[in-house]
């Protein structure tokens, strides 16, 4: 393809993504859901003229995954810890790690009794169908009130760490469950600390670096930190959003690690990097997603059946757990569990000998478009139903 329509296309999506953005406020339909679309009407337009335009294989893995480290960043550098906040951190961390495991579960014995799949490949699957995906959820949370909206940002950012915890857990050889989640503590104590630690060394250089360029080092540094925990085993998530509480909380780390004059200033400063860079890479990742749908995979009985499988495998516990474990309303936080991202990245991991053949191809992309459908019917019916006053309450914008 030529030079010139390459940076056509890549401006393009930019600024189409960014219209969307300003469009999505005003129809509460989150952005994300547009850009899905968009991909999938452009690989129809596209298939109609005869067109092919084929991807880099490792492309949408590694663009994901970039994204999802900009995401988690971007939600906990929004996050204050405070005394207050004790009860609803715990609640949402309950909240989200048994939803990965009783949805998980209930996946499981569907694909184990409809594909007849071994309890490994069927585990090895259901995992990714049943975290939340943190890059949707975050960006659409921006329309509710503050206190629902931090619960979705530690929600889904747990869902994330523990979905690719124990995904990536599945995937290694253990003697037992116990020695499992012997080492799985072990990788999250430690992941925790590193992430403590480098948290604290960025503290400490947004105050000294005086050079002009300085906050996107500190971002493809924490990237660095992602990959080297991934080559190493570790919870790299748990380092990524560490790192943004450190940040973020500085009033937290006593007298000795006090913040500068001008502290508030740089970390804003990076926070506006941070979330220039995750629109980006998020609006190129849901427009290629959309494109590399083939369109004919979502038409089949079998795909819709899937898809109707896992979303009623989705919404039944998550009712259950907002009502009695979460103790928050379920509108309209019932509709706040997507899946995206996460999900295909998790997906492209599973290794050939654990893929279960009779899954339908289409199935995956049906259960995010749906979710994202039904998300912004929570952002609808949450316009719709908040008093005047909380509308008024500012929130942080929405970046996609």
């Known amino acids: ?16 993504a960014y219209l969307f953005d300003f469009v ?8 994300v859901v547009l850009l899905l679309f968009s991909g999938l009407a452009l690989r129809a337009g596209t298939d109609g003229l005869g067109w092919q335009m084929a991807l880099p294989g490792d492309l949408l893995p590694v663009l994901g995954t970039f994204g999802l480290i900009l995401i988690v960043l971007e939600g906990a550098l929004d996050l204050r810890l405070t005394r207050e906040a004790a009860p609803l951190i715990a609640r949402s961390a309950v909240c989200a790690t048994l939803g990965v495991l009783i949805t998980g579960g209930i996946i499981t014995f569907g694909l184990i009794n409809w594909l007849d799949a071994s309890l490994h490949a069927a585990l090895v699957s259901a995992v990714p169908l049943a975290v ?11 329309a509710l009130s503050p206190r629902l909206r931090e619960f979705v940002v530690y929600e889904s950012s747990i869902s994330d760490i523990v979905g690719v915890v124990l995904f990536y857990g599945l995937l290694s050889e253990f ?41 996107l080092p500190m971002i493809f540094g924490i990237t660095l930190l992602y990959g080297l925990g991934k080559i190493t085993h570790l919870a790299p998530l748990v380092m990524v959003l560490l790192v943004g509480l450190v940040l973020n909380n500085s009033q937290l780390l006593g007298r000795r690690f006090a913040a500068g004059p001008s502290y508030e200033q740089d970390l804003d400063s990076f926070k506006h990097l941070t979330a220039e860079f995750t629109f980006a890479v998020r609006s190129f990742f849901f427009v290629l997603l959309g494109y590399s749908t083939q369109i004919v995979d979502l038409l089949t009985i079998e795909a819709w059946s899937m898809a109707a499988l896992v979303l009623a495998c989705s919404l039944i516990p998550r009712w259950a757990l907002l009502r009695f474990v979460a103790r928050e309303s379920t509108e309209p936080l019932l ?28 199935s995956l992309m049906l259960v995010i478009l749906v979710c994202a459908l039904l998300l912004t019917l929570g952002v609808m019916r949450n316009a719709r139903i908040r008093p005047p006053l909380e509308s008024a309450t500012p929130v942080v914008s929405e970046n996609l």
């Open 335 to 362: 509709w706040f569990a997507p899946r995206g991202l996460i999900t295909v990245l998790l997906f492209l991991g599973i290794p050939a000998q654990l893929a279960i053949p009779g899954f339908p191809r289409g």
């Open 175 to 215: 003697a037992g469950v116990g020695q499992m989640l012997t080492r799985l503590t072990g990788e999250i104590t430690l992941s925790a600390l590193v992430g403590l630690g480098v948290g604290l060394a960025v503290f400490w250089l947004i105050q000294r670096i005086e050079h002009h360029v300085r906050m």
């Open 132 to 142: 939340i995906s943190s890059a949707v959820a975050i960006p659409a949370a921006a």
């Open 24 to 31: 999505g406020r005003f129809i509460k339909v989150p952005a």
């Open 1 to 16: 393809m030529d030079q010139a329509w390459v940076l056509v296309a890549i401006s393009a999506v930019v600024l189409v």
